[in-house]
């Protein structure tokens, strides 16, 4: 039982057994017709009914069963000793406090649990989105999403891809390995950039919550490491007087449209194929919406996403930024231009960063829902 999930992050139950044909004849007994995905039996939601045929859910170590919290697992649960050489059912993987975790589930599944608020885009939604329209671009494939609005929680289970990240494998690439990767994302963000919309939105027409891009999100206040803040899907004309209205240097000039872009395509975010030739997926779409054109060639500046992982007991370190240049350099040959210095400007003009009467009644509404002390200590 992934006690730590189950009790902290949602309220739903993961169980695993080896005993494969055993568990799925019974499920079959009790299920006519079993064999169609994600069936419905008794309250019990299953992410395939045939698990032993399902090589996204049986990764021969375990199959794993979505069930509502509080019905008993004493159905399914194996309660023989297991071997101590053998693999863990579950780890953390991606830590971020309150804010979100990543979860790997046996040896193919994973799960990341985010902080959630009405309003705020799911990444589910958006991977969707981009698997419809832009079917070459390599995401995640989702196998389950689901809201737990009493814990403001959103939930993905996905197929994990096994590849590196880019930073891990950053050291054994070489620099024409390099280029290659910064071009082939630089084309994915272009194809990603042929759909435009009339407003700073998301593809549902959810407000955006880029910090780099809005006023008063002090980021390390739990308020904001839970749920981010997001502006109104302001039009362009819109953004345009709100981002004057809040700094004292004028902003990055922008046209009327606004292009659809990832956002976070740093090292950790891109996942390159075991030789290094190619990228594997891109993973992290929460804060992917439609953007300011410049965005797209000067977030690199603005965001230490992008800079490599330095080593332990380091905050930077010389070359660190490399990943950042290569990717705006590959950018410039598709004709996004960077706009650092009218950006740098903006930035540190920007008004103080606070909570507002808004955010903190918000804080207070999660506190009185039943806030999980216990996760952070707050």
Not at 64 to 84: E, I, K, M, N
Not at 171 to 190: C, H, K, M, S
Not at 283 to 293: Q, T
Not at 328 to 348: I, T
Request: aromatic fraction near 12%.
């Amino acid at each position: 039982i992934y006690q730590r999930i189950n009790q902290v992050h949602h309220r739903h139950t993961f169980i695993s057994r080896r005993d494969v044909p055993r568990v799925d004849n019974r499920i079959r007994s009790r299920c006519p017709g079993s064999g169609h995905k994600r069936q419905l039996c008794e309250n019990t939601t299953l992410l395939t009914s045939s698990v032993q045929h399902s090589s996204l859910l049986n990764d021969t170590d375990f199959v794993f069963h979505l069930l509502p919290r509080g019905q008993s697992t004493a159905y399914f649960v194996d309660t023989s000793p297991r071997p101590q050489d053998s693999a863990p059912m579950h780890k953390l993987i991606y830590d971020a406090g309150s804010c979100s975790g990543v979860y790997l589930l046996g040896n193919e599944v994973v799960c990341k649990v985010k902080g959630w608020k009405e309003g705020m885009q799911l990444e589910s939604e958006t991977i969707a989105f981009v698997r419809e329209h832009f079917s070459t671009t390599p995401v995640p494939q989702i196998l389950y999403t689901w809201i737990d609005k009493s814990i403001n929680r959103s939930f993905d289970i996905m197929k994990r891809v096994h590849a590196r990240t880019l930073d891990k494998a950053w050291a054994d690439l070489t620099p024409q390995q390099r280029l290659n990767i910064a071009e082939q994302v630089a084309g994915y963000i272009t194809l990603l950039a042929t759909k435009t919309a009339k407003r700073f939105e998301t593809i549902s027409g959810c407000g955006v919550g880029t910090p780099a891009l809005i006023a008063g999100w002090p980021f390390e206040s739990p308020i904001h490491t839970w749920f981010r803040r997001t502006l109104p899907p302001y039009s362009a004309a819109e953004y345009r007087d709100y981002a004057k209205r809040i700094s004292t240097a004028p902003p990055p000039e922008f046209d009327d449209e606004f292009v659809f872009y990832h956002d976070d395509q740093g090292p950790t975010n891109i996942l390159v194929s075991d030789d290094g030739n190619s990228v594997a997926a891109i993973i992290d779409w929460e804060n992917a919406a439609f953007y300011p054109r410049y965005w797209i060639a000067t977030v690199q500046f603005a965001h230490a996403g992008f800079l490599l992982e330095p080593p332990e007991g380091q905050r930077r370190f010389e070359g660190d930024d490399e990943w950042g240049l290569l990717l705006v350099e590959a950018l410039k040959q598709h004709g996004f231009n960077s706009c650092k210095e009218a950006y740098k400007a903006w930035s540190k003009g920007k008004a103080e960063d606070v909570d507002t009467e808004k955010d903190l009644a918000e804080w207070r509404k999660i506190l009185d829902d039943g806030y999980p002390y216990e996760e952070t200590g707050v």
